[in-house]
């Protein structure tokens, strides 16, 4: 059974920083792409970035580059967000999720998701 458990959100300070993690399990988790997605209340769901399966390549959506960095340790079965100089607008819900395609930022070829964790940025 897949499972992902995101953690680490919270409520911080522009300008701070949070780290997010997620918890892989039920899949061989060096097989896939795992990315991270976020939704606003009453906004899409958008992409964050995501990390190819050997973690080697990254890639961030614009509003984030160069203050997220996504990374992945194989043998833990984990995903991170190191998420710095947070501003209002990174206010969401977080989300990571898996796909089996290497180069793709389309919510809908990922086929697994956690809860969310929510994070919260105040001005």
């Known amino acids: 059974q897949v499972q992902l458990v995101e953690s680490g959100g919270g409520l911080v300070q522009a300008g701070g920083s949070l780290r997010l993690s997620c918890a892989a399990s039920g899949f061989t988790f060096s097989s896939y792409t795992m990315g991270w997605f976020r939704q606003a209340p009453g906004k899409e769901r958008e992409f964050v970035a995501r990390n190819n399966w050997g973690g080697g390549f990254k890639y961030y959506t614009d509003s984030v580059k160069g203050r997220f960095t996504i990374s992945r340790d194989n043998a833990k079965n984990l995903v991170y967000l190191q998420m710095n100089s947070l501003k209002p607008e990174d206010t969401a819900v977080y989300y990571c999720?898996?796909?089996?395609?290497?180069?793709?930022?389309?919510?809908?070829?990922?086929?697994?998701w956690g809860q969310g964790t929510q994070v919260t940025v105040s001005s």
């Open positions: 999720a898996r796909s089996s395609r290497t180069y793709t930022n389309n919510p809908s070829q990922y086929d697994s």
